[in-house]
């Protein structure tokens, strides 16, 4: 599969965004500045950028926490989502939480709690609805390798496997489920065994490596969108901070951090990019300057934004009655 260089590109760059937005969201909550916890994706950017870039304007994500590329290329703009880590009310859910517990159906994205794998019978009913209707149109889903362990995980592929629905079904497996690692929350070497008990072809990829996240997702969603139902991918990465920013993860042997930092999916992407002669040195450093100028211009919106009204807890709760002629 080819791929244009503008979307290399593209994918360098939304893989910068997401990687420089975190980080200075990591930097304000140890300033104490963010409201509630933060939740980054930190070496695993590659898996979430690259099963959404591959999406199509009329798709259907339901994301988890660790997939800021998702929002960001959808169209959530980073100023609404630094906003929401303020508690503001320019913010995704207007002031109503303080993390990444976000969605946008504007923008084809699926809102989620934190039970991971929650959204995966969530975006098989997506699916079915296309399916129902005849639309040309996948619904994916992410969670990360402990929420392959919760039974909505299996309900939801069952169902999906059961209905030939266009699906893909994504993992983030980054070794860890908060402190428990892979050896102990399953009997398996790869996960992906687990899609074939449901008849569903399964595929590994390296998660640090976005283009070929990008291209075995974009195949699977072919596959799905023209009636082969759905796929399993599992991308092996390695998140490189804890659970989240308040846990130091020292239950992570220092010298598995250490190899996988050789293998950073941003180092990875401009190498990939050098060697193919796709883009010089110049080029690159302009993106990252453009990245770090909408940082910034989205820490100054979300500082003069307000905060939202006390009676703007009341609004939103219920379904907005249809008005009678």
Same mark, same amino acid.
């Given at each position: 599969m080819d791929i244009?260089?503008?979307?290399?590109?593209?994918?360098?760059?939304y893989l910068k965004l997401t990687r420089r937005l975190e980080d200075r969201v990591t930097s304000l909550y140890h300033q104490g500045k963010i409201l509630g916890g933060a939740w980054t994706s930190n070496g695993t950017e590659a898996v979430s950028v690259g099963y959404g870039y591959a999406l199509?304007?009329?798709?259907? %994500? %339901?994301?988890?926490?660790?997939?800021?590329?998702?929002?960001?290329?959808? =169209?959530?703009?980073?100023k609404r989502i630094m906003a929401q880590y303020f508690g503001k009310k320019t913010g995704v859910t207007g002031g109503k939480e303080g993390n990444v517990h976000i969605g946008d159906l504007n923008f084809g994205v699926i809102g989620f709690p934190s039970h991971l794998a929650d959204n995966y019978p969530v975006g098989a009913g997506a699916a079915l609805a296309f399916k129902i209707r005849g639309e040309k149109r996948?619904?994916?889903a992410c969670t990360g390798d402990g929420g392959t362990s919760r039974g909505d995980f299996h309900e939801g592929m069952n169902f999906a496997a059961a209905r030939k629905l266009p699906m893909v079904?994504?993992?983030?497996?980054?070794?860890y489920a908060y402190s428990t690692p892979l050896r102990l929350q399953m009997n398996i070497k790869d996960i992906a065994e687990r899609a074939l008990a449901y008849g569903i072809p399964s595929k590994i990829v390296d998660g640090n490596n976005v283009v070929e996240v990008y291209k075995a997702a974009k195949e699977a969603y072919e596959i799905a969108r023209n009636g =082969? =139902?759905?796929?399993?991918?599992e991308c092996k990465t390695m998140r490189m901070h804890g659970h989240s920013e308040h846990d130091s993860a020292k239950y992570v042997p220092r010298e598995l951090l250490e190899a996988w930092k050789k293998k950073d999916p941003i180092l990875n992407m401009e190498k990939y990019l050098w060697?193919?002669?796709?883009?010089?040195?110049?080029?690159?450093?302009?993106?990252d300057s453009r990245v770090k100028k909408e940082i910034e211009e989205a820490e100054a919106?979300?500082?003069?934004?307000?905060?939202?009204?006390?009676?703007?807890g009341l609004k939103g709760l219920y379904a907005t009655p249809i008005a009678e002629e």
């Amino acid at each position: 599969m080819d791929i244009k260089r503008e979307d290399l590109l593209q994918l360098y760059y939304y893989l910068k965004l997401t990687r420089r937005l975190e980080d200075r969201v990591t930097s304000l909550y140890h300033q104490g500045k963010i409201l509630g916890g933060a939740w980054t994706s930190n070496g695993t950017e590659a898996v979430s950028v690259g099963y959404g870039y591959a999406l199509e304007r009329n798709d259907i %994500a %339901a994301p988890y926490f660790r997939d800021m590329g998702v929002f960001l290329i959808r =169209g959530i703009s980073a100023k609404r989502i630094m906003a929401q880590y303020f508690g503001k009310k320019t913010g995704v859910t207007g002031g109503k939480e303080g993390n990444v517990h976000i969605g946008d159906l504007n923008f084809g994205v699926i809102g989620f709690p934190s039970h991971l794998a929650d959204n995966y019978p969530v975006g098989a009913g997506a699916a079915l609805a296309f399916k129902i209707r005849g639309e040309k149109r996948i619904a994916v889903a992410c969670t990360g390798d402990g929420g392959t362990s919760r039974g909505d995980f299996h309900e939801g592929m069952n169902f999906a496997a059961a209905r030939k629905l266009p699906m893909v079904f994504i993992c983030n497996n980054n070794q860890y489920a908060y402190s428990t690692p892979l050896r102990l929350q399953m009997n398996i070497k790869d996960i992906a065994e687990r899609a074939l008990a449901y008849g569903i072809p399964s595929k590994i990829v390296d998660g640090n490596n976005v283009v070929e996240v990008y291209k075995a997702a974009k195949e699977a969603y072919e596959i799905a969108r023209n009636g =082969g =139902g759905p796929t399993f991918i599992e991308c092996k990465t390695m998140r490189m901070h804890g659970h989240s920013e308040h846990d130091s993860a020292k239950y992570v042997p220092r010298e598995l951090l250490e190899a996988w930092k050789k293998k950073d999916p941003i180092l990875n992407m401009e190498k990939y990019l050098w060697e193919n002669s796709i883009a010089k040195k110049e080029e690159l450093d302009g993106i990252d300057s453009r990245v770090k100028k909408e940082i910034e211009e989205a820490e100054a919106f979300t500082e003069q934004s307000p905060y939202p009204e006390p009676e703007d807890g009341l609004k939103g709760l219920y379904a907005t009655p249809i008005a009678e002629e």
